[in-house]
């Protein structure tokens, strides 16, 4: 797995001295040792957090040609998830069945099958409302 600031260094051609002054703006004991063990986290267990890394790709990486998928917090209110593995005949055929019984998504569906099982029907989504 290569690691995304030694990617970013190389990449973009830049000095290492250069991505330390930008992290010590965040972590004033921030070194050269630091970013060559951060550079090589395989080895040493160590690595950046994700306000520095953004810090570096904010500076030398302004329009994202480099920049990587950085992970945010889940920002959903419903944070628990179910997940089903069907073959895609199956999953052609419950689609063309949810669109006929007017649920806009398969998600709008699950829950409102989760909820009508465990019997918390006082709460139906928007697409439920519909289908009856």
Not at 25 to 46: F, H, L, R, V, W
Not at 101 to 125: C, F, K, N, S
């Amino acid at each position: 797995m290569p690691n995304s600031l030694k990617e970013l260094r190389l990449k973009t051609q830049t000095p290492a001295k250069e991505m330390v002054a930008v992290v010590q703006t965040i972590y004033p004991k921030y070194d050269m040792t630091s970013q060559s063990k951060c550079e090589n986290s395989d080895a040493y267990g160590i690595c950046l957090t994700q306000k520095a890394m953004k810090a570096l790709y904010a500076k030398f990486d302004p329009d994202g040609s480099v920049r990587k998928h950085l992970r945010t917090a889940d920002q959903h209110r419903l944070k628990d998830r179910l997940h089903a593995r069907i073959t895609p005949d199956e999953a052609a055929k419950l689609q063309e069945r949810l669109d006929a019984d007017g649920y806009g998504t398969i998600q709008d569906w699950l829950t409102d099958v989760v909820r009508g099982y465990i019997g918390e029907d006082e709460a139906p989504t928007v697409d439920s409302e519909r289908k009856g």
